[in-house]
């Protein structure tokens, strides 16, 4: 069989894949956000010191890597169940101060894009806002247990490490209009 051959085999095998999974591709969809009383600033430079996740980060507890576009980071996630999972995703998005992404995944069957987003509600106040969306065939199959709570775990260490690590508060402006961290799932299939 010639080289040509055998890519039109795999390129038609992998349409009638496409063809055959796309009524079973599910979507996960994770939203969780706290308030933090520090300016965006002071919640980045926690955020983006990947070197100290260890020290305050119970559910990323260690993340090698830079963040610049395009970059791979080794990332190894402690989920509240006990599992721990090594993943390789690709630096997509970095605005300084306002917004991290990171994904990847195997397009079609599993993929996903984690969002870091900070937002100053008012002097001295920061909301951050993590999320995620997960797409594809394997996803109604797959462990996704435990994320939601992962990421506002995650999300209260980091205002329990910045907070308590500040000097001054601004007088609990923050903590009034706070609700607790938000979680909201929704699976679609």
């Avoid at 090698?64 to 006990?82: D, F, S």
Wanted: net charge positive; aromatic share 6%; glycine share 10%.
């Amino acid at each position: 069989m010639t080289k040509f051959g055998k890519l039109h085999r795999v390129g038609l095998l992998t349409g009638a894949l496409m063809m055959l999974t796309a009524p079973l591709a599910g979507a996960m969809d994770i939203h969780t956000e706290i308030l933090i009383e520090a300016a965006p600033e002071t919640v980045w430079a926690t955020l983006s010191d990947l070197e100290n996740y260890p020290s305050w980060n119970p559910y990323h507890v260690q993340v090698g890597g830079v963040l610049e576009p395009g970059a791979k980071l080794n990332l190894v996630i402690h989920k509240p169940n006990g599992k721990v999972i090594n993943l390789r995703p690709r630096v997509k998005r970095v605005e300084t101060n306002k917004v991290l992404v990171w994904g990847g995944g195997v397009p079609l069957l599993f993929t996903g894009n984690h969002v870091f987003e900070l937002e100053e509600v008012r002097a001295g106040c920061t909301r951050l806002v993590q999320r995620e969306k997960f797409s594809g065939a394997l996803i109604p199959f797959l462990d996704l247990s435990g994320v939601s709570e992962g990421y506002a775990n995650l999300n209260a260490s980091l205002k329990f490490h910045i907070e308590s690590n500040r000097t001054q508060l601004s007088g609990g402006h923050c903590k009034a209009q706070s609700p607790r961290a938000r979680r909201l799932v929704q699976r679609s299939q």
